[in-house]
Nanobody, 123 residues
Framework: QVQLNESGGGLVQAGGSLRLSCAAS????????MAWFRQGPGKEREFVAA????????YYADSVKGRFTISRDNAKNTVWLQMNNVKPEDTAVYYC????????????????WGQGTQVTVSS
């Protein structure tokens, strides 16, 4: 079992930056591939970014490529999502998730989820 706890959400102006954190706890949390998903108002949950267990490989949705960066520190059992040049369409609840497989973008491939943190981007 892995427990995930997101933090760092809030209100930010368009063009600004925000850094989300996901603290993982439980058995061997650092062996999992990790990802961020988001769910905007009235929208389905969608993939944002993912990182392999060894942090060597990262994956991004086209909508955030070049603006968001995912990273992790296995010694701290923490994953981050650095969000730069945010846009109003980035407004969503952001979820951290853990998977047994790296590079997956489908929700069904993630076994563990956090409760989410709200990000609101004002124009």
């Amino acid at each position: 079992q892995v427990q995930l706890n997101e933090s760092g959400g809030g209100l930010v102006q368009a063009g600004g930056s925000l850094r989300l954190s996901c603290a993982a706890s439980g058995r061997a949390a650092n062996v999992y591939a990790m990802a961020w998903f988001r769910q905007g108002p009235g929208k389905e949950r969608e993939f944002v970014a993912a990182i392999s267990p060894d942090a060597f490989s990262t994956y991004y949705a086209d909508s955030v490529k070049g603006r968001f960066t995912i990273s992790r520190d296995n010694a701290k059992n923490t994953v981050w999502l650095q969000m730069n040049n945010v846009k109003p369409e980035d407004t969503a609840v952001y979820y951290c998730a853990a998977s047994f497989w790296a590079g997956r973008i489908n929700l069904e491939d993630y076994a563990y989820w956090g409760q989410g943190t709200q990000v609101t981007v004002s124009s």
